[in-house]
């Protein structure tokens, strides 16, 4: 910047035509606005202002192009003078580049600067001024290009920009932590509802969903006493004669798949069923518990039918078992056993009554208790759908007197045939 000729002589031409105006000198025009750039058609740099000049040195200015030291990122275009001429009216964003790889290191500060400004063009001179100014907006992002507050001119708008961010730059920090904390704050949430629906599967696993809903709402459960209910139990007849040559994958397989298809047929009767437990060969079921059900011993007849059709088509598929269940109608109580791993057990004599009509019934049919048989809402619908036959009185283990038992069948007959072959068990 010191007594550019071109720059001169320029001005001189001005003075000597304008006579009466007033004119100031390079030195202060570059003060004045330290950040400008002027070249000419061959983009040479004629002028720079103080603070460009301070980036470059000075030794490199002589005869230094535009192209060498800024680069266009906005408008794309090519760095030519006529290009920037037929976009003199667009807003230019220049950003500076090193100038040799010698100077890589000591100007990599001002390597990724950008300057945005104006394009304007003297006519009278050939001559196209870059006025600009720094893009920063925060006082480390100034001190990291090797910047002062005092470089930007006080009529620039970015020096408010910059006092005002850093201003409020503790305030923005605190704004982000807090958008990160509620970023972790809902991720945290998302997998503590995850956690929770998976222990209220858990939970509605091993409980009626009446009882679940109950613990997962913070409620407490008391024991219940159920004047009237019915227990099943089922089991795999001949499970124990097949073990011998069933290799251990393939019977846990058929076992899983048997049990699978026996929970779904409990899960579609609603919360007035409940499978209690499932212990090796055998399946236990209570249908009126924890939801008085007037129907329950018509509805666990239903379902006893249902396993033995079930388990009939596997028959057919080669699957060599039999299934064999036990009905008794009573008194139960009922609630929860245990804290670490707490299950809704039922308990009561009905229970051991079920256990034994099973065990003592006629192995691959359902036997039903005459308790079970007089709870049937409608005794005649089973009698004219399904074939029931008494067995008579059955001597079980811990009574005194035997209990009349009866056989529902689970093939399908005519009304008339059912009747004929349905037994008088009041008769001597």
């Known amino acids: 910047t010191n007594d550019l000729s071109l720059i001169n002589h320029c001005q001189g031409q001005q003075i000597k035509h304008a006579g009466n105006q007033n004119y100031i000198s390079p030195t202060t025009f570059c003060r004045t606005f330290p950040f400008h750039v002027l070249f000419d058609r061959h983009l040479v740099v004629q002028q720079v202002g103080h603070?460009?000049?301070r980036m470059i040195p000075t030794y490199y200015l002589d005869g230094l192009k535009m192209d060498r030291i800024f680069k266009i990122m906005r408008p794309v275009i090519n760095f030519d003078f006529d290009s920037i001429l037929s976009h003199i009216n667009t807003v230019f964003v220049l950003s500076m580049k090193p100038l040799y790889p010698s100077f890589l290191e000591e100007y990599l500060q001002w390597s990724d600067v950008r300057f945005k400004g104006q394009m304007i063009y003297l006519e009278e001179n050939s001559l196209m001024l870059f006025h600009c100014s720094v893009s920063i907006s925060s006082l480390e992002e100034l001190?990291?290009?090797?910047?002062?507050?005092?470089?930007?001119?006080?009529?620039?708008?970015?020096?408010n920009v910059i006092l005002r961010s850093d201003h409020f730059r503790n305030e923005y920090q605190i704004m982000l932590q807090l958008e990160t904390l509620n970023d972790r704050l809902a991720n945290t949430y998302q997998e503590l509802q995850k956690e929770k629906d998976l222990t209220g599967e858990l939970l509605y696993s091993v409980m009626p969903p009446l009882v679940a809903k109950q613990l997962r709402l913070g409620h407490k459960t008391s024991p219940s006493k159920h004047k009237m209910a019915s227990v099943m139990f089922a089991k795999i007849s001949t499970?124990?004669?097949?073990?011998n040559d069933v290799e251990p994958t393939k019977l846990i397989a058929l076992l899983n798949d048997i049990y699978i298809t026996?929970?779904?047929?409990?899960?579609?009767?609603?919360?007035?069923?409940?499978?209690?437990?499932?212990?090796?060969?055998?399946?236990m079921v209570a249908s009126g518990i924890p939801r008085y059900r007037s129907s329950h011993a018509e509805s666990i007849v239903k379902v006893a039918i249902e396993m033995m059709e079930v388990?009939?088509?596997?028959?057919?598929?080669?699957?060599?078992?039999?299934?064999?269940?036990?009905?008794?109608?009573?008194?139960?109580?009922?609630?929860?056993?245990?804290?670490?791993?707490?299950?809704f057990s039922i308990f009561g004599d009905t229970v051991n009554i079920a256990s034994r009509t099973l065990t003592t019934g006629i192995p691959g049919a359902i036997n039903i208790t005459e308790t079970t048989f007089r709870c049937l809402d409608?005794?005649?619908?089973?009698?004219?759908?399904?074939?029931?036959?008494?067995?008579?009185?059955?001597?079980?283990?811990?009574?005194?007197?035997p209990l009349t038992c009866y056989i529902v069948s689970h093939q399908v007959s005519s009304p008339s045939k059912s009747h004929d072959q349905s037994n008088d068990c009041s008769s001597p």
């Open 378 to 401: 409608e005794p005649e619908y089973f009698e004219n759908k399904y074939l029931i036959s008494c067995v008579g009185p059955i001597s079980m283990k811990g009574r005194l007197t």
């Open 262 to 283: 026996f929970d779904r047929i409990v899960d579609h009767q609603g919360d007035e069923f409940y499978k209690v437990e499932t212990l090796g060969d055998k399946y």
């Open 239 to 243: 499970l124990q004669d097949i073990t």
């Open 311 to 343: 388990l009939q088509k596997r028959e057919r598929n080669g699957l060599n078992v039999t299934l064999s269940l036990g009905i008794h109608s009573g008194e139960l109580v009922a609630g929860i056993i245990g804290e670490k791993l707490p299950r």
């Open 143 to 159: 001190r990291h290009h090797g910047l002062y507050l005092c470089d930007i001119p006080r009529y620039d708008a970015s020096r």
């Open 51 to 53: 603070v460009i000049e």
